[in-house]
């Protein structure tokens, strides 16, 4: 599948590829994320795009126009013991000009349709949605989507990180030794997906055995608005603020997304 035509109602098109588009790739680079209080743009795209699995680009137009993008990820769910063909949906964004004219609702509907009719089995489609954030909510609630859990994101720091001798990139010989640990750990948990194990993944050895692994993404994020009168000084006052804004930066915040983490049993007390 190399661009694949789902729908068209006289100029308005909707494509399926596999890559997105360079106007697509612009549209998410300049796309403002969040919820009501705290918005954000991603400052790092492309990298953000190159890592994703399986990725379905659907591209919204209006003749040649692009006024919309979303993003469907295929992997295999595995729950309560079974695996299931399951899509993960995200970076779903409409042109700032066109926002409001229902094309936001048109390209979740068109998706879900086009993805559903793929299987004739049980299939999942899901995806991740800030509490606070109202719109995508809606537009969760409009396309039939029901919460089925809730998860908190730890946040951590450092001023000064140190480096530890047993914390090493994972090798090539160390990663089937990475997977069957993963797998282990989470054998008994709903909605599991081996991602990928590649050179972004870090082992914790002693004695040359692993203990434990963790998978670590660069992530960076540009804050446009903070929510209430402490974020507004937050967002003028850090980036002056030497060391705190080591720690956090609203222009330019570097930071790290750590997934696919394993321990083995006992592992806990290096």
Known sequence: ??????????????HIKEKPDADALALLSKTVWGSDGTLYQHGNTSALISNVP????????????????????????HFKGII?????????????????????????????KHFTAKHNGPLIIYGYVDEHNSRSLKLSAKNEFHSVANFKTLIFSRFFPKEDAKVSLCTAEDQSSFRKKLKEQYANYSFFYPDSVDSDCYVYKVDNEVIAGVRVRKNLWIFKALEGISGKIILKLFPFLPLLNKVFHPKKHQFLVFDQVFCKPGGNKF
């Open 1 to 14: 599948m190399q661009n694949q035509l789902i729908y068209q109602d006289n100029s308005i098109t909707i």
């Open 54 to 77: 399986t990725p379905y680009f659907l591209h919204l137009r209006d003749g040649e126009k692009l006024i919309g993008i979303y993003c469907y990820s295929y992997r295999e769910i």
């Open 84 to 112: 299931y063909p399951a899509y993960y949906r995200r970076y779903l964004s409409i042109e700032p000009s066109v926002m409001g004219k229902g094309y936001g609702p048109l390209l979740t509907v068109e998706a879900k």
